[in-house]
């Protein structure tokens, strides 16, 4: 039996992360305090070239080669500047080629655009991939600068991905038997393999993307392959916080979030991954944290398939305008027959529900703002009344532990005692309890809760 390799840490960049050359010199000190860890760095493209590249390769396709140029100008100048930053003017020469090969291939695709005015997904992906590609080059010849031991690997030898261009399916099976062979040997204690996020490839060997903001998902995938000990997602904040800081400025960073209530407020747009980015290493039993660039020994937050702390609330999120149906029977059908004939017509006309509150002869539910409600009043006008109300805000209170808490609704109740609460509904999952209020109320109520539900005390284990 071969020995079992060290278990490696999993340091994941976002764009902002290596927007230049003083955050790339900022992301090379993390790696190096991290390399005890063996780190596989997985590394986004800087700042806003992905746009830039799409930008660009859009204008070729309509045939607008001048302004794909440009846009490529503008992406070169930015990378040689952070090259030439980052190496006092003088970038070692197969940096410079790395570098200038890249452009000339990413000029060359979009020429070949502009020629056939014909963007195909897989071309777009083939001109998307060029970021993380040019990222993580400079980072790498960095390191080595630096003098740590650094190896670069095209993630496309190891990211195995069907041929749905510009959102590739991973196949984690071979993943992992390509991680064996093009990562394994180069990861220890005291070196460092660096690689991208956001692109893979085909059996074939063509170029796929992920998808955009897919190198989360890449490290949760990489992770997942190499059995990390955790993967981190280095941001620019400091982990997910309990509540939006714009709206509650006390909002505090969740030292432990569970997966299912990283996706409760995730649904609601906080600002937290996508949970289905990091479900592979979830799934593996793989810790994922997500951190501050800025502030690398500050808080973060630790996102696991369960957690066991005592606290009750975890996060509040909220979402807003949203419009709320309440649906009457006129002809005070049984129950049972009025709600199937109901979700019929919303199934039909393919809107969807959000929250869902019953009565005896009529039914609540909130839909999006944008909702066209025409056809709904029509269909609906033969067996049922319905009264709209427009304007609305869902507040919801995520907590792994809301069911077990006695007193919650004392609790909401009290804090919003003057604010009307519409509607009331606990998810299935028992671990989001939502209200609807007038979306005038929706700040305020954040705070109000957030004072009588987390405080700053109650959230505990903050260091
Ligand atoms: N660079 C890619 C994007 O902007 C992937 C990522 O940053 O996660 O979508
Ligand atoms: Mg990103």
Same mark, same amino acid.
């Given at each position: 039996?071969?020995p079992?390799?060290a278990?490696?840490?999993? +340091?994941k960049?976002?764009g902002?992360? /290596? ?6 010199r900022?992301?090379?000190?993390l790696v190096?305090?991290?390399l005890?860890m ?7 493209a +800087?700042?806003?070239t ?12 309509? %045939?607008d080669?001048?302004?794909?140029l440009e846009?490529?100008k ?5 990378h ?9 003017s003088s970038?070692? @020469?197969d ?8 452009f000339?291939q ?5 020429r ?18 060029? =970021?993380e590609?040019l990222?993580?080059?400079i ?6 600068h630096?003098?740590?031991?650094t190896? #670069?690997?095209?993630a ?12 590739g399916q991973? @196949?984690?099976e ?7 062979t093009?990562?394994?040997p180069f990861?220890?204690? %005291? ?6 996020g956001?692109?893979g490839?085909?059996?074939? =060997?063509?170029t796929t993307t992920?998808?955009?903001g897919?190198?989360?998902?890449s490290?949760a995938?990489?992770?997942a392959?190499? $059995? ?5 997602? #280095?941001?620019? /904040?400091?982990g997910?916080?309990?509540? @939006? ?5 006390g ?5 432990e979030?569970?997966f299912?209530?990283?996706a ?7 600002? /937290?991954?996508?949970p289905?980015t990091i479900?592979?290493?979830v ?6 944290t997500v ?5 690398p $020994?500050?808080r ?8 066991h ?8 999120a909220?979402r807003?305008?949203?419009? /709320?149906?309440t649906?009457?029977?006129?002809? +005070?059908l049984a129950?049972s027959g ?8 919303f199934?039909?006309?393919k809107?969807?529900v ?5 009565a ?5 539910l ?7 409600l025409k ?23 995520v907590?792994?532990?809301l ?10 109740? %009290?804090a919003?005692? @003057? ?6 509904? +606990?998810?299935?999952?028992e ?6 209020i007038?979306?005038?109320?929706e700040?305020?109520?954040l ?6 539900l987390? %405080?700053?005390?109650?959230i505990g284990?903050t260091?």
């Amino acid at each position: 039996m071969p020995p079992v390799p060290a278990k490696s840490v999993v +340091m994941k960049f976002g764009g902002s992360s /290596v927007a230049d050359a003083i955050c790339m010199r900022q992301v090379a000190s993390l790696v190096g305090n991290a390399l005890p860890m063996a780190p596989l760095v997985v590394l986004s493209a +800087m700042g806003k070239t992905t746009n830039g590249l799409f930008t660009a390769a859009h204008a070729a396709e309509i %045939g607008d080669l001048p302004t794909a140029l440009e846009q490529l100008k503008v992406i070169i100048q930015n990378h040689r500047r952070a090259a030439e930053d980052l190496f006092d003017s003088s970038v070692p @020469d197969d940096l410079d080629h790395a570098l200038t090969d890249a452009f000339g291939q990413t000029e060359l695709l979009l020429r070949g655009v502009a020629l056939l005015r014909e963007l195909s997904p897989r071309s777009q992906d083939a001109i998307a991939s060029f =970021g993380e590609q040019l990222s993580s080059r400079i980072l790498a010849a960095f390191l080595l600068h630096q003098e740590l031991d650094t190896t #670069w690997v095209d993630a496309r030898n190891v990211m195995r991905t069907d041929n749905t261009f510009g959102g590739g399916q991973p @196949d984690s099976e071979a993943i992992r038997e390509l991680a064996k062979t093009s990562i394994t040997p180069f990861l220890g204690p %005291g070196r460092v393999v660096i690689t991208q996020g956001y692109i893979g490839a085909t059996e074939e =060997g063509l170029t796929t993307t992920l998808g955009r903001g897919g190198s989360d998902y890449s490290a949760a995938l990489f992770g997942a392959a190499l $059995q990390a000990a955790e993967v981190q997602i #280095w941001t620019d /904040v400091e982990g997910v916080l309990t509540c @939006d800081p714009r709206i509650v400025p006390g909002a505090l960073p969740i030292p432990e979030l569970s997966f299912s209530e990283a996706a409760e407020l995730a649904a609601f747009g906080a600002k /937290v991954l996508h949970p289905a980015t990091i479900q592979p290493a979830v799934e593996a039993g793989i810790p994922v944290t997500v951190r501050s660039t800025q502030h690398p $020994q500050g808080r973060f937050t630790t996102i696991t398939g369960e957690v066991h702390t005592g606290r009750s609330v975890t996060a509040l999120a909220s979402r807003g305008p949203i419009t /709320v149906l309440t649906v009457s029977s006129s002809r +005070m059908l049984a129950q049972s027959g009025f709600l199937a004939r109901l979700f019929e017509v919303f199934g039909r006309l393919k809107i969807s529900v959000d929250l869902v509150a019953t009565a005896e002869v009529s039914v609540s539910l909130t839909v999006e703002a944008d909702t066209s409600l025409k056809a709904l009043i029509k269909e609906l006008s033969s067996f049922a009344t319905l009264q709209v109300a427009e304007n609305r805000a869902i507040v919801a209170i995520v907590g792994e532990r809301l069911k077990h808490t006695a007193g919650l609704g004392s609790r909401v109740f %009290g804090a919003l005692s @003057d604010i009307n609460i519409e509607m009331i509904s +606990m998810g299935a999952n028992e671990i989001n309890l939502s209200i609807v209020i007038k979306r005038e109320h929706e700040h305020e109520t954040l705070r109000r809760l957030h004072a009588a539900l987390i %405080g700053s005390n109650d959230i505990g284990g903050t260091p």
